[in-house]
T-cell receptor
Framework: AQTVTQSQPEMSVQEAETVTLSCTYD???????LFWYKQPPSRQMILVIR??????QNATENRFSVNFQKAAKSFSLKISDSQLGDTAMYFC?????????????FGSGTRLSIRP | NAGVTQTPKFRILKIGQSMTLQCTQD?????MYWYRQDPGMGLKLIYY???????DKGEVPNGYNVSRSTTEDFPLRLELAAPSQTSVYFC??????????????FGDGTRLSIL
């Protein structure tokens, strides 16, 4: 069974700083997707970034980038030049490439606070 | 540009009552999902549907039922509400279920309390 672990329940940084959120996962699959979702206080779930396991290049979306270490089964999210609007819960998630059971497995989340 | 619409946003139920959480999407997505999010936890899949007339259980289906009579609607039914079902419920939809066709589009959630 696949599992996703986020070992940092809460983090807090100053505005404009860089912060890295950790995520590890466990799977016997070789092909899969990894995601970071953001959930602001409005509760809306928003996809931040996606990584295909078969791609060696780390995904980047503006200020958001990942460090994908397939052998270590690690998938961290780096937020550069953090902004007040980045305050949210962040969920790491996993999905097999061809998922007939249609399951995305979510981690327990990291609550990130950006201080002014 | 409605996306995924959930109603109601908040509800308080008494133990043993029943209710239906409504979910509608206007993106013509085949796949729809119901998740629950308990405090401090990630989302867990309750039920999902791959198209009208087809539903299947997710990770935590006990105590819930679903139906999918149309592409647009995917209601979630609680028959005998229990305190353990106090949670925030999210409906989501996607064009397909492959990772390349994420993200799933989420509704704003329904906060349900069972007292």
């Amino acid at each position: 069974a696949q599992t996703v672990t986020q070992s940092q329940p809460e983090m807090s940084v100053q505005e404009a700083e860089t912060v890295t959120l950790s995520c590890t996962y466990d799977t016997s699959e070789n092909n899969y997707y990894l995601f970071w979702y953001k959930q602001p206080p409005s509760r809306q779930m928003i996809l931040v970034i996606r990584q295909e396991a078969y791609k060696q290049q780390n995904a980047t979306e503006n200020r958001f980038s990942v460090n994908f270490q397939k052998a270590a089964k690690s998938f961290s999210l780096k937020i550069s030049d953090s902004q007040l609007g980045d305050t949210a819960m962040y969920f790491c998630a996993f999905m097999t490439l061809y998922s007939s059971a249609s399951k995305i497995i979510f981690g327990s989340g990291t609550r990130l606070s950006i201080r002014p | 540009n409605a996306g995924v619409t959930q109603t109601p946003k908040f509800r308080i139920l008494k133990i043993g009552q029943s209710m239906t959480l409504q979910c509608t999407q206007d993106m013509n997505h085949n796949y729809m999902y119901w998740y629950r999010q308990d405090p401090g936890m990630g989302l867990k899949l309750i039920y999902y549907s791959v198209g009208a007339g087809i539903t299947d259980k997710g990770e935590v289906p006990n105590g819930y039922n679903v139906s999918r009579s149309t592409t647009e609607d995917f209601p979630l039914r609680l028959e005998l509400a229990a305190p353990s079902q106090t949670s925030v419920y999210f409906c989501a939809s996607s064009y397909s279920n492959t990772g390349s066709n994420q993200p799933q589009h989420f509704g704003d959630g329904t906060r349900l309390s069972i007292l």
